[in-house]
T-cell receptor, first 113, second 111 residues
Framework: DTAVSQTPKYLVTQMGNDKSIKCEQN?????MYWYKQDSKKFLKIMFS???????INETVPNRFSPKSPDKAHLNLHINSLELGDSAVYFC????????????FGSGTRLTVV | GDSVTQMEGPVTLSEEAFLTINCTYT??????LFWYVQYPGEGLQLLLK?????DKGSNKGFEATYRKETTSFHLEKGSVQVSDSAVYFC??????????FGAGTTVTVRA
């Protein structure tokens, strides 16, 4: 059973389109996250939700809108996609404040053409 | 704010060589420290962790010790294999719902 699953694995789309990435965790964790990994492999947090409440919103363009319908799901919607949005997006979850570790999904490789 | 600095790569080794990847951190509190590994084309896997000073994390022959006095968490493995080729990330969590990563070190092991 996959602990943190995200779909789709690959996403190729044109500039200006709107797309969504979905994430689900079956670990019973309270907190979920979106991370962005750029072409140099650098990982940066985008959002964090705890029990459906947004608690971290880094300096991300407002074209990116996360939504958490329940604590097991965290989706990421991106409007008006730009070339610079091309990256790998990772969903993750943790118990509490994450001091014992985070579990990551396998990633969604987004390519904007 | 919290930050992690790890040695730049890439690192290329021969099989059975000794691997060390240096990692130092800056934190305001008492963070937990982690090493994550990313194999080619895959997601991030937790390799090992330490939650307090002097703790030693270990897994798959890798070890790292939480050194508060030097604010370090260096990763070591005594004898690497080709299958250890991956990107290794040092990270910290300071009870603030955020995992901060170092820049990653690419390790290539040649047969």
């Amino acid at each position: 059973d996959t602990a943190v699953s995200q779909t789709p694995k690959y996403l190729v789309t044109q500039m200006g389109n709107d797309k969504s990435i979905k994430c689900e965790q079956n670990l019973g964790h309270d907190t979920m996250y979106w991370y962005k990994q750029d072409s140099k492999k650098f990982l940066k947090i985008m959002f964090s939700y705890n029990n459906k409440e947004l608690i971290i919103n880094e300096t991300v363009p407002n074209r990116f809108s996360p939504k958490s319908p329940d604590k097991a799901h965290l989706n990421l919607h991106i409007n008006s996609l730009e070339l610079g949005d091309s990256a790998v997006y990772f969903c993750a979850s943790s118990g509490g404040q994450g001091v014992y570790g985070y579990t990551f999904g396998s990633g969604t490789r987004l390519t904007v053409v | 704010g919290d930050s992690v600095t790890q040695m730049e790569g890439p690192v290329t080794l021969s099989e059975e060589a000794f691997l060390t990847i240096n990692c130092t951190y800056t934190a305001t509190g008492y963070p937990s420290l982690f090493w994550y590994v990313q194999y080619p084309g895959e997601g991030l896997q937790l390799l090992l962790k330490a939650t307090k000073a002097d703790d030693k994390g270990s897994n798959k022959g890798f070890e790292a010790t939480y050194r508060k006095e030097t604010t370090s968490f260096h990763l070591e493995k005594g004898s690497v294999q080709v299958s250890d080729s991956a990107v290794y990330f040092c990270a910290l969590s300071d009870s603030d719902y955020k995992l901060s990563f170092g820049a990653g070190t690419t390790v290539t092991v040649r047969a």
